[in-house]
Every structure is written in structure tokens, then in C-alpha cells.
């Protein structure tokens, strides 16, 4: 596994982190929209978005990655009806691949398991295979929920491909 690049601080969110965050949010939203070439998720004002994150749960459940100074990362935990899901994951793209996902994973995990957790979740969009990697080489490695679709659009106007066999059966994504 990567060791993290020089000063790395993972800490607890402050509100002086509230443009950063959005920023994060915008680049985990534009992510999103390449992985499905769909330009219109996450709407207009992807980073307001990330104001009703913080909402829903709370500054107390949020971590930020710095580097010199600078918040390159953003991870959370947000309630689920079986406990408790890191969500989201975000590592600034000039930054990734130098081990500051894996902190942050590392300081979502420990906030999960002091406020009482012993299941801890991560989603994971279909197509993004990478994240499905990362999680996994994390200790990620029990199924928990299938999330299946049903897509009632025309097929000319369905963006899916072919994706993983899951329990030897096909999926699109």
C-alpha cells in the first residue's frame, strides 16, 4: 500500500473548510458525470450539494486531508438503517495515488467504531471500478446490499454497458 505523501494532516472538519469541501464535492460530482457521461448529475450547483451533506450529518462526522495547509481531501459518516456509511470519499485529483484515501478511510473507520459501530459501509457506484479496488484492498470484502435498477427509458435513450457478473448472473452499468 502507498505510504501518504509528506504532511498529511487528517482532521475534523471546521467551518473554514466550507469552499474546500464544496470544491471536493464538485470534483467527486464531476467524476461521477464522466464514469456515466451523464453531464446532468449533480444539477446546476454541484457544490451546493455538499451544504446539505453537511446538514444531514453534521460537521461531528466529517474529516478533511491537508497538505501544507491546503484541504485535498473530504470523508464522512452518515447514519443508514444498519448502522453507519462512509460517505463520500473524495481525494483531490492532484493529490490521489500518494495514500491520503487511505487515511481518510483509516480516520472514518475509527469514527465509526467509537461511536459503537462493528458494521461499517461504503457505497460504490457500478462502473467505478477503481473505488471498488480501493475499498476492497481496505478490508472491504463482505457484500451487504445489491442495489438493482430498473431502467424505464427507451433503449436509445439508456447509457448503460455491459458490467460484472454477480452471482453468475449479467449486469449492465
Sequence with gaps: MAEAEGDVTVRGYADGDLEACRGLWVELTEQ???????PEIGGDDPG?????????????QL???????????????????????IEPVVVAASHRGHGIGRLLIEAAIAGGVASGHNLISVGVV?????????????????VGIVELMYDTRPGADQ?????????GLPFRN
Aim: aromatic share 10%; net charge negative; glycine share 14%.
Design 63 to 85: 474529516w478533511v486531508a491537508e497538505v501544507d495547509g491546503e484541504v485535498v481531501g473530504l470523508t464522512g459518516l452518515q447514519p443508514i438503517d444498519e448502522g453507519i456509511e
Design 159 to 167: 447509457r448503460w454497458r455491459p458490467g460484472d457478473t454477480i452471482a
Design 126 to 142: 457500478g462502473r467505478n471500478r477503481e473505488a471498488m479496488e480501493f475499498y476492497h484492498a481496505m478490508g472491504f470484502d463482505v
Design 32 to 38: 461521477h458525470r464522466l464514469i456515466y457521461d451523464s
Design 48 to 60: 451546493s450539494k455538499f451544504d446539505g451533506h453537511l446538514a444531514k450529518v453534521g460537521a461531528d
